[in-house]
């Protein structure tokens, strides 16, 4: 076909437009699947080595000036809250005569390893770290602590662990990363179970802001009539597969800015780090009020691994009150809740 002079001039700048599309979108094997994890905090954030230019050269250079000026910069208020919660629940709770410890997971289990690292090879030399899934794994690994596992020390001293959300009674949600079944066998085996989180999580009611629902974990073969029991005998009408989401980078408009299209869509159900699916069962408030008696009936399902609800099991729940937040305790302070019902709000260690 031939094109007149206007029609080209008009095609070939869209052409190449579309061919450097072409060559950004990343190819199958690219596309990166996002089960819920835990957000990047910036002093995690380190530059690649050894992909792309040279470590010498003025992009890595520049990519490691960007990620030491971010692990400099001041956290955000909701991650300081996290912090201010991990440390004050260490310096309480986890003593150098503590030989095993339970590393549990989310976005504040890593201010928790850092603080326990700050303790002292001296004493963490002794010590093994009972991880609770993959993530606190890794941080237990990357810290260079002693790993462990629970069926080699089914008696451990403290486990330290975020939340989802907490109530006054410090009965919880857990299981938004899908790690609740070994969460729970860390919180069982403890003798001291510790929840630590910022101030969002503290709640009257649970499913005041988690309303996703109770995660619950079940054997991939008996998840859909678990499904109907949720929905038609125990009252939770939205009852749902956990599903992964597939991400990807499918537009681009490089002119004068860039436009940047993020496709989200399904990518099969969430697997536990057990093989096993998980289902999201939102209840009225009422059932909420006192959780444990729904957790036994979900418990009683037939294909029902563990229900993310963790009731009378915590000594005490640690939150950071982050700074800066308007309307809300702003100044830094860590409310505590015990398990006799007692709250105190007290300082945080003098160096968060
Ligand atoms: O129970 C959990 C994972 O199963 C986490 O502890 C809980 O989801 C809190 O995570 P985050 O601090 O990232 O919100």
Not at 26 to 43: A, E, G, N, W
Not at 49 to 66: C, F, K, Q
Not at 178 to 185: D, N, Q
Request: some cysteine.
């Amino acid at each position: 076909m031939l094109l007149c002079r206007s029609q080209l001039f008009r095609t070939v700048p869209f052409v190449s437009v579309f061919r450097r599309q072409l060559a950004k979108m990343p190819l199958p094997s690219q596309v990166h699947y996002d089960v819920p994890t835990t957000p990047i905090t910036p002093q995690q954030i380190k530059p690649v080595v050894g992909l792309g230019p040279s470590e010498s050269s003025g992009m890595s250079r520049l990519a490691a000036a960007a990620a030491s000026a971010l692990a400099k910069a001041p956290l955000d208020p909701i991650e300081q809250s996290k912090k201010l919660a991990a440390y004050t629940a260490v310096d309480n709770h986890v003593k150098p005569e503590h030989r095993v410890i339970g590393i549990g997971s989310g976005s504040t289990v890593p201010y928790v390893v850092e603080r326990i690292v700050q303790q002292g090879e001296e004493v963490n030399k002794g010590r093994v770290f009972i991880p609770t899934g993959f993530q606190s794994k890794q941080l237990i690994v990357e810290a260079g602590l002693g790993l462990g596992d629970v069926d080699q020390y089914p008696t451990i001293d403290v486990t330290l662990d975020g939340a989802d959300e907490v109530d006054h009674a410090l009965n919880c949600v857990k299981g938004g990363g899908a790690c609740h079944l070994r969460e729970k066998v860390l919180a069982e085996a403890a003798t001291t179970f510790i929840l630590v989180a910022d101030h969002r999580k503290n709640v009257q009611y649970l499913g005041t802001n988690f309303v996703q629902g109770v995660p619950i974990e079940v054997v991939p073969f008996a998840y859909a009539k678990v499904l109907q029991n949720l929905r038609h005998i125990l009252g939770s009408p939205k009852a749902t597969l956990r599903m992964a989401v597939k991400k990807g980078w499918f537009l681009q408009v490089p002119f004068t800015f860039e436009l940047l299209v993020n496709i989200f869509w399904a990518a099969g159900p969430v697997v536990s780090d057990n093989g096993n699916f998980i289902i999201d069962a939102p209840f009225e408030r009422e059932k909420m009020i006192d959780p444990y008696v729904i957790m036994a009936q979900i418990k009683m399902l037939t294909g029902v691994v563990e229900v993310g609800l963790f009731c009378h099991m915590a000594k005490a729940a640690y939150f950071g009150n982050s700074a800066s937040l308007p309307f809300r305790t702003s100044d830094g302070s860590v409310t505590v809740r015990w398990q006799d019902g007692q709250v105190e709000t007290i300082a945080p260690p003098a160096d968060v």
